[in-house]
């Protein structure tokens, strides 16, 4: 399996809000009898303490996933969504924080992809990159109803509108799974 990862500021912002986990297969961080996580998290940008948001919600999710492996793994997301909402309750620093999140899970041949938010999940092989996640936003729920094409979202006035994200909700929050086979 090859791999690498790369974040980018983008133009709205003037630093990083971006957090990501690869798992060193040789040293053995990130990797278990219980597979190997790739985690991405991307702080909203428009709320309070968004890099504080990914930088935590990597830190428990991790922490959690590999201190308790048996544990569902949609449990694991649910716990790190209902801490980040219960800070943000307790701290005025963090009103409002919040972050997407896109992880893949390597386990037995089956890649099971979650995300929140707008960050996605992609597919290269042979040349071709293929989107495997669906937003949560509002522009991708206009997509889905026909009513842009796939190829005005990223210029929509509003496509920055997500309609989930960890820590923003407690009662309110889910999360977009993909099931896949690998065939190698």
């Given at each position: 399996?090859?791999?690498?990862?790369?974040?980018?500021?983008?133009?709205?912002?003037?630093?990083?809000?971006?957090?990501?986990?690869?798992?060193?297969?040789?040293?053995?961080?990130?990797?278990?009898?219980?597979?190997?996580?790739?985690?991405?998290?991307?702080?909203?940008?428009?709320?309070?303490a968004g890099e504080v948001a990914?930088?935590?919600?990597?830190?428990?999710?991790?922490?959690?996933?590999?201190?308790?492996?048996?544990?569902?793994?949609?449990?694991?997301?649910?716990?790190?969504?209902?801490?980040?909402?219960?800070?943000?309750?307790?701290?005025?620093?963090?009103?409002?924080?919040?972050?997407?999140?896109?992880t893949a899970l390597f386990k037995?041949?089956?890649?099971?992809?979650?995300?929140?938010?707008?960050?996605?999940?992609?597919?290269?092989?042979?040349?071709?990159?293929?989107?495997?996640?669906?937003?949560?936003?509002?522009?991708?729920?206009?997509?889905?109803?026909?009513?842009?094409?796939?190829?005005?979202?990223?210029?929509?006035?509003?496509?920055?509108?997500?309609?989930?994200?960890?820590?923003?909700?407690?009662?309110?929050?889910?999360?977009?799974?993909?099931?896949?086979?690998?065939?190698?």
């Amino acid at each position: 399996m090859h791999y690498t990862a790369k974040t980018d500021i983008g133009k709205r912002y003037s630093h990083n809000e971006d957090f990501y986990m690869l798992p060193d297969i040789t040293e053995g961080v990130g990797t278990s009898q219980n597979g190997h996580l790739f985690v991405l998290y991307d702080g909203m940008g428009g709320g309070n303490a968004g890099e504080v948001a990914s930088q935590m919600a990597f830190t428990w999710l991790f922490d959690d996933y590999y201190k308790t492996p048996d544990e569902a793994f949609p449990k694991l997301v649910k716990k790190v969504n209902d801490k980040l909402y219960n800070l943000s309750l307790k701290y005025k620093q963090y009103d409002g924080m919040g972050t997407t999140l896109v992880t893949a899970l390597f386990k037995d041949n089956v890649v099971d992809l979650y995300n929140v938010g707008d960050s996605r999940g992609y597919l290269f092989r042979n040349g071709k990159l293929t989107q495997l996640t669906e937003d949560q936003s509002e522009v991708w729920e206009l997509y889905k109803m026909g009513q842009i094409e796939k190829r005005d979202i990223i210029s929509h006035p509003r496509n920055h509108i997500i309609t989930q994200a960890l820590g923003l909700d407690k009662s309110n929050f889910h999360y977009l799974y993909f099931p896949f086979i690998i065939f190698c």
